[in-house]
């Protein structure tokens, strides 16, 4: 049911649970809507006027079947606004413009350094933006909102990075404050991999209530996904499971002070720094994977390893969550098998039988792309949501 008028615009509160229902693509008569809501004719169509003075619905001609008159419908529209996103990682990002449908309209790779410390590195995001707004021909009031996921710990609610380890200048840093003063649209900032299991949900596994996205990369972390939703906790620092002590790494001291840290052993940094130290030439995880491709056994037998001790650490936290997949991404990951064998060897034998019956294991269909769609997602899952959306046009 919708909720009824609160308030002094109570004809418009409640606008934005009518657009929710017009955003599954579905056009939809009057007639419809009234059946659907329970909403009195004028009511609804106080509605849905205010959402096409937005132009957040589109009318359009529906041919009756029967032959009769034309009945006017409605649907959402996805091109009234767009969103700026950016997945800026320790050395490269990838920034996009966006449709409200997460349709990507333009996108750019670079490499970035994100120890250039916040200004810089924002600066430059700025500018890009800036660009591809121009090149899609946007202007700079049609940006509903711009999402930007961070190598590091973020508290979500302020948008600022905390002790991000491998992110100086960036700790407490006001990220949403500095672009949103410059680019005149709301931020909403979180880390990397909350992002990728927001985009990977979205766009890959929409019908999975529970999902684990892994990032293997430089660092190791995970989103967790729970009754569709993604699962901050209390400061936002949900899912870090790459400091999670192992017994194969209890001897070696890792980045966030501690020792025996999964990411000392497992992570694509780790992985390089091993190969390194024995001989062969790795600076960081896409090193890896182009040894592991090439059919480097040293470097297969290191992956297959950090395969089995990512599997380790994610049999408990099956049985502790259950849930229905784990989508596995990351640079590492596009070592494909190599690192799922080991990953879904030890989840399969420590895991409970009735929790991995029916669960999948699999790589990350979005790929490098899971970090800007999810940027986009959370964006437009902010504006889109029913109060924001009633704000947006009692404010108009
Ligand atoms: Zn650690």
Redesign the pocket.
């Known amino acids: 049911m919708l909720s009824e008028a609160n308030g002094s615009n109570g004809s418009i509160a409640g606008a934005g649970a009518l657009l929710n229902i017009l955003r599954d693509g579905q056009a939809r008569t009057r007639a419809e809507l009234v059946q659907l809501t329970g909403l009195a004719r004028s009511t609804l169509a106080q509605r849905l006027d205010a959402l096409l003075s937005q132009q957040w619905i589109i009318p359009t001609e529906e041919a009756i079947s029967s032959g009769g008159r034309p009945a006017i419908a409605f649907t959402f529209n996805r091109t009234a606004r767009v969103v700026l996103s950016a997945d800026l990682g320790a050395t490269h990002a990838r920034v996009a413009v966006t449709d409200l449908g997460t349709t990507v309209l333009a996108e750019r790779a670079a490499e970035v350094s994100i120890d250039r410390g916040p200004e810089e590195t924002l600066g430059w995001l700025q500018r890009t933006f800036e660009e591809m707004l121009t090149e899609t021909g946007h202007r700079p009031d049609e940006i509903c909102g711009i999402g930007v996921g961070l190598p590091g710990p973020v508290e979500h609610s302020s948008g600022r990075p905390v002790n991000p380890p491998i992110m100086p200048g960036w700790d407490g840093f006001p990220v949403p404050e500095w672009l949103g003063s410059r680019l005149g649209a709301p931020v909403l900032v979180d880390n990397d991999v909350n992002i990728m299991a927001l985009g990977e949900h979205w766009a890959a596994r929409p019908e999975s209530d529970h999902l684990i996205f892994v990032k293997i990369g430089t660092g190791i972390g995970c989103g967790i996904i729970s009754d569709r939703r993604l699962h901050r906790g209390a400061q936002g620092a949900a899912g870090d499971i ?2 999670i002590r192992v017994a194969s790494a209890l001897g070696t001291v ?5 020792v025996g ?4 052993v497992a992570s694509g940094a780790a992985m390089a720094a091993k190969l390194s130290a024995d001989g062969v030439e790795a600076e960081d995880s896409r090193d890896v994977v182009r040894l592991v491709r090439g059919g480097n056994t040293h470097a297969v037998q290191l992956i297959r390893q950090a395969g089995r001790e990512v599997g380790d650490v994610l049999a408990s936290i099956v049985n502790f969550f259950n849930p229905s997949v784990i989508v596995v991404g990351g640079d590492i990951s596009e070592a494909g098998e190599q690192v799922l064998a080991g990953l879904r060897e030890v989840i399969y034998s420590r895991s409970l039988p009735l929790a991995t019956q029916h669960l999948t294991i699999t790589a990350s269909e979005l790929g490098d792309r899971a970090g800007v769609i999810g940027a986009a997602v959370m964006v437009i899952e902010h504006v889109l949501a029913p109060g924001s959306v009633d704000r947006s046009v009692s404010a108009a």
């Open positions: 790459g400091h890792c980045r966030c002070g501690n840290c999964l990411e000392a």
